[in-house]
C-alpha cells in the first residue's frame, strides 16, 4: 500500500566562513557526509530536485501603487547567512519532513534547513479564496 506525500522545499541557510575553521581533512569528511546523504534522499526516491546556489544574485522589489520597480545586488555584506541551495523533498507530513531535516549532516557547522510545504495556491490568491493559482474551477457549460 503506497502512503500519499507531499512536496516540501528544503532551504539550505549556511554559514560559509563556519566551514573554513575546519580543517581540510574535517572539510572533505563534511562533503563526503553531504554527499552520501543528498544520495540516500535520491536513491530513496525522496528528492525530486535540488542544487547548490551561487554566492551572489540580486533582489528585485516592485513600490508601492507601481511607482518603479529596482533591483538590489545582494546578498549583503551585513547578511549573517545566506541560501546556499534547496532541494525539492517528497514526504508524508511536515512533520516528517522536518525529520529528515533534522538528520542533515551540515547543521553542526551553524546551517539552517527551513522546511516549507509547496502550496497550490500564493498569498495573494488565497486572499482570494482560491485554493490554485488559477481560481476555482469553472463549472462546465
Not at 38 to 65: F, K, Y
Not at 91 to 110: F, M, Q, R, V
Amino acid at each position: 500500500m503506497e502512503t500519499a506525500t507531499s512536496e516540501f522545499l528544503l532551504i539550505f541557510h549556511e554559514k560559509p566562513e563556519r566551514y573554513y575553521e575546519l580543517s581540510m581533512e574535517e572539510r572533505r569528511q563534511a562533503m563526503d557526509r553531504w554527499n552520501a546523504w543528498c544520495d540516500e534522499l535520491v536513491a530513496s526516491g525522496r528528492v525530486t530536485q535540488g542544487n547548490t546556489l551561487g554566492p551572489v544574485g540580486r533582489l528585485v522589489s516592485g513600490t508601492a501603487r507601481g511607482a518603479g520597480v529596482r533591483a538590489i545586488d545582494g546578498p549583503f555584506t551585513e547578511a549573517k547567512e545566506w541560501i546556499g541551495g534547496y532541494m525539492l523533498l517528497e514526504a508524508a507530513s511536515l512533520d516528517e519532513a522536518t525529520a529528515i531535516a533534522e538528520t542533515c549532516p551540515n547543521l553542526p557547522y551553524g546551517m539552517v534547513v527551513e522546511v516549507r510545504p509547496v502550496a497550490q495556491a500564493c498569498s495573494l490568491a488565497r486572499s482570494l479564496g482560491w485554493t490554485t493559482m488559477r481560481g476555482p474551477a469553472e463549472m462546465p457549460a
